[in-house]
């Protein structure tokens, strides 16, 4: 098997952590659980740290944030793990310069970005049961107009009917 290009994809890189890894796992299945469910959740970490989306480490591709990142002690990687470590460092070496980690600044922002979209969110939701409820409220207006102007039509034709009797105030003089 020949080693990555330099500039390999991560992707690709990452790929091959997760192949040795399940070959690990495997022949270390004699070991006992625990040792095959560290050496997956060290090469599960190895993969999202490769590839650039960590989920409990600062990201940097150091023995001390993958631990952190697979969830054990150091000591596991430097003295129990010593091939997974070695497998590590040499991936990131064949993975080429690595990225720039993000800036404090970057992730405040990014906190802040989520903070605006969840308080939009919420905004959002709130306001379209408004205009739901405000729909609602104006077919109610409508209906009850609706009924106003037909009684409106119902008095107009009585009173109609009535003008047949004289309306003796009209006929009255205005006094000087």
């Known amino acids: 098997m ?19 890894g399940e070959a690990l796992a ?14 997956r959740a060290i090469t599960d970490a190895m993969v999202r740290l490769l590839i650039g989306t960590p989920l409990h480490s600062d990201g940097k591709l150091t023995i001390v944030s993958l631990a952190i990142e697979a969830g054990l002690r150091r000591n596991k990687l430097t003295h129990k793990h ?10 990131v ?14 992730r405040a922002r990014s906190r802040k970005q ?23 409220i104006v077919q109610v207006l409508e209906i009850e107009n609706h ?7 119902a008095l107009e034709q009585q009173l109609a009917a009535r003008t047949s009797v004289p309306d003796l105030a009209s006929r009255r003089q205005p006094r000087p």
């Open 147 to 153: 009924r106003l102007k037909e009684t409106n039509a």
């Open 26 to 39: 495997h022949t270390s299945a004699d070991s006992g659980p625990e040792d095959v469910a560290e050496v």
């Open 82 to 91: 010593t091939g997974l470590k070695d497998l590590f460092y040499a991936l």
């Open 114 to 136: 989520q903070e605006d979209l969840a308080r939009i969110r919420t905004e959002r939701d709130d306001l379209r049961s408004q205009a739901q409820l405000l729909a609602r």
């Open 93 to 106: 070496k064949a993975r080429g310069p690595s990225p720039e980690p993000v800036s404090e600044a970057a």
């Open 2 to 20: 020949s080693a990555p290009a330099p500039d390999a994809d991560p992707h690709r890189v990452a790929d091959l952590a997760r192949i040795v």
